[in-house]
Each structure stands twice: as structure tokens, then as C-alpha cells.
């Protein structure tokens, strides 16, 4: 791999990392974006999954767990695949239509999570209405978040491909 690639790709992840620590609105996080731009950028597909998960893992030892983790890291594994069908289709509206996807896919895994794991909502059709739509409001942020930081990650990802061709053309995969 294109050694400014690489530097590049984990600058992203640093990035996405730390963003979780500062204050934020709720679900205005990177780590959707993070998940796409990993899929995409990197072709070893073993180190694009781990991308995201050890992202959170990382913060999560720090911010807590919770008894929905697993549906969280299984979103994010999804999220990496859709990406990953983004490789040789990087315009604005497919990242655009990847970061939408994306943030529903997450919503739907996760809130089917929130509702299956816990107690608060009764284990019926009606309890799993109820879970989502108590999340709607949530899901607004998410949204803008994933296309902020997919807009950040892609667009300066684009610029310095211009600035320096060499990473545009550069071996995506990364090797252990």
C-alpha cells in the first residue's frame, strides 16, 4: 500500500476515534461514515471490518457497554459491506445514497436490538412499533452525521488524491 494512503487511512480512523469523545448531539458521530469510507478504501476485507469495530471497541472501553453492543458491531459489519459495493462507484450520490442506507440499516439493526434485548418494550408487534418510533428523534441526528462526516472523510480524501495522484492509483489493500 501507497505509504501516504495508509498514513491517510489512519488518520481517518484517529480521527473518527477521538470524535466520539467530544461532546456531540446525540447519534452526530462518525463512526457510520467511518464504516462506509472503510469498505471503500480498503480492499482486504478482514481490515475493513475491523476498521469500525475496533473504533468503537476502543471507545466503548472507555464510554461503557451496553446490553445492545452486539447489534451496534453486526450494524457496522453490514455497513462495511455496503461500502465495500461503493469500491468502483465513488460518486457524490452513491456515497450520499451508501450514507442514507447506511444510517437506516444501523437504525433498523440496532433499535430490532434496543427492542429484543431489553425490557422496556413488551416482546410483541406492537412493542416493536413502539421501540422504533421512540427512536425517530434520534434518527435525524445520525443522518446528518453520517453525511457530515462521509462529506468530510470523501471530499478531503478527494482533494488530496488531486493534490498527490499517486494515492488515487495506489494499492487499496493492506497487508498484516
Do not use: Q
Not at 448531539?25 to 464504516?35: E, R, V
Not at 471490518?49 to 453490514?78: C, E, K, Q, R
Not at 408487534?125 to 443522518?143: K, N, S, T
Not at 480524501?157 to 488531486?162: A, G, L
Amino acid at each position: 500500500m501507497n505509504n501516504y494512503r495508509l498514513i491517510i487511512l489512519v488518520l481517518v480512523v484517529v480521527f473518527a476515534t477521538l470524535l466520539r469523545f467530544l461532546p456531540h448531539p446525540p447519534n452526530f458521530t462518525p463512526i457510520i461514515a467511518l464504516s462506509i469510507f472503510a469498505g471503500v478504501f480498503i480492499s482486504d476485507r478482514k481490515w475493513a471490518l475491523l476498521v469500525p469495530v475496533s473504533a468503537m471497541l476502543v471507545t466503548d472501553l472507555f464510554l461503557g457497554w451496553h446490553n445492545t453492543i452486539p447489534y451496534v458491531y453486526a450494524s457496522l459489519l453490514v455497513i462495511v459491506l455496503v461500502g465495500r459495493s461503493l469500491r468502483y462507484h465513488k460518486t457524490a450520490l452513491s456515497i450520499f445514497g451508501g450514507g442514507v442506507g447506511g444510517t437506516m440499516l444501523f437504525f433498523i439493526i440496532t433499535n430490532f436490538g434496543v427492542w429484543l434485548s431489553g425490557s422496556m418494550y413488551p416482546k410483541t408487534w406492537e412493542g416493536v412499533i413502539a421501540c422504533y418510533i421512540a427512536a425517530v428523534p434520534f434518527l435525524h441526528y445520525m443522518m446528518l452525521g453520517t453525511l457530515f462526516y462521509s462529506a468530510v472523510f470523501f471530499g478531503v480524501f478527494y482533494i488530496i488524491c488531486k493534490i498527490i495522484p499517486a494515492i488515487e492509483y495506489a494499492d487499496y489493500s493492506i497487508k498484516a
